[in-house]
């Protein structure tokens, strides 16, 4: 069965300091992966998705970039954080019919 | 473009009672509607999808759902609720017409259950 990983659960950080969350998928290949966020408050908001390896698609501009060096790994990345980045990061993989999400990263930017 | 919008941001009922959470969709063709149900600090769990199959739809947890194409409605109910129910449920659809997988979701809507 499909298995997804996503590190660390929690995470306080502050403010201009470097970020890197990592999501692993175990059971599958050639997932399609995705990182959303959930600021307080809001929804859920899909921030990037990857149909394959280096194939990186942005949905919103932002102080974040993604990038997948494996087929099954999805990092989600910043040089300097801003106070605005804190929120609920969730990993995804998924296919047309469903996706299924990590247990998510809680952000504190400070 | 796609949107979904979920009437309510927060829905209280009795333990016991009707739950019902509202979803509508826009959309130039019928997607799929998925209901996701999340719970504090955790990821988002399916609770149930419509691909086009039967309207009315059944889930887990005694949840189910109708797909109303003349409403753009895909509303989530459950004759009964359990205080284990206490929780946030998103709406989302995904486009057909995509191998993406994408998902829109809506804002969310917390359901909070009384003793």
């Known amino acids: 069965s499909q298995t997804i990983h996503q590190w660390p659960a929690t995470l306080v950080q502050p403010v201009g300091s470097p970020l890197s969350l990592e999501c692993t998928v175990e059971?599958?290949?050639?997932?399609?992966l995705y990182w959303y966020r959930q600021a307080a408050g809001r929804g859920l908001q899909l921030l990037f998705y990857s149909v394959g390896i280096g194939q990186i698609s942005s949905e919103v501009p932002q102080n974040l970039s993604a990038s997948r060096p494996q087929d099954r790994q999805f990092i989600l990345s910043s040089k300097k954080l801003l106070l605005s980045d804190s929120g609920f990061y969730l990993c995804a993989w998924g296919q047309t019919y469903q996706a299924f999400f990590g247990q998510g990263t809680r952000l504190t930017v400070v | 473009a796609q949107s979904v919008t979920q009437l309510g941001s927060h829905v209280s009922v009795s333990e016991g009672a009707l739950v019902l959470l509202r979803c509508n969709y826009s959309s130039s063709v019928p997607p799929y509607l998925f209901w996701y149900v999340q719970y504090p600090n955790q990821g988002l769990q399916l609770l149930l999808k419509?691909?086009?199959?039967?309207?009315l739809v059944k889930g887990i947890n005694g949840f189910e759902a109708e797909f109303k194409k003349s409403e753009t409605s895909f509303h989530l109910t459950k004759p009964s609720a359990h205080m284990s129910d206490a929780a946030e449920y998103f709406c989302?659809?995904?486009?057909?017409?995509?191998?993406?997988?994408?998902?829109?979701f809506g804002q969310g809507t917390t359901l909070q259950v009384k003793p």
């Open positions: 059971g599958t290949s050639n997932p399609n």
């Open positions: 989302a659809v995904s486009d057909r017409s995509s191998n993406t997988g994408k998902l829109i």
């Open positions: 419509y691909t086009s199959a039967a309207t």
